[in-house]
């Protein structure tokens, strides 16, 4: 079996920072792409960044210049530093992976998702 386990979420004040992590766990041949998507109350799963396994990355527009993505290989960990946070960024994260597994090949799974709260 594979898991994802996210941590590192919990309630900010505007204007401070979070560092969310992700593990990947179990029987896992290569990790590929991983990423981030978060949810608000009454709002559709969205996007926040992705990395490819050579460090490519690609942000919401909304996160530009505030977010960081970073991954150790080594580690099957990827990483989300979260400054200059809004009252808008509140919302559940999940950590995405694409990751291959023996039988079954490549597979997308998914976290069970860490809640980030900034409010004063």
């Known amino acids: 079996q594979v898991h994802l386990v996210e941590s590192g979420g919990g309630l900010v004040q505007p204007g401070g920072s979070l560092r969310l992590s992700c593990v990947a766990s179990g029987n896992i041949l290569t990790t590929y792409g991983m990423g981030w998507y978060r949810q608000a109350p009454g709002k559709q799963r969205e996007l926040v960044a992705i990395i490819s396994r050579t460090g490519s990355t690609n942000y919401a527009d909304s996160v530009k210049g505030r977010f960081t993505i970073s991954r150790d290989n080594a580690k099957n960990t990827v990483y989300l530093q979260m400054n200059s946070l809004k009252p808008e960024d509140t919302a559940v994260y999940y950590c995405?992976?694409?990751?291959?597994?023996?039988?079954?090949?490549?597979?997308?799974?998914w976290g069970q998702g860490t809640q980030v709260t900034v409010s004063s």
């Open positions: 995405t992976a694409r990751l291959a597994i023996p039988v079954t090949g490549s597979n997308d799974f």
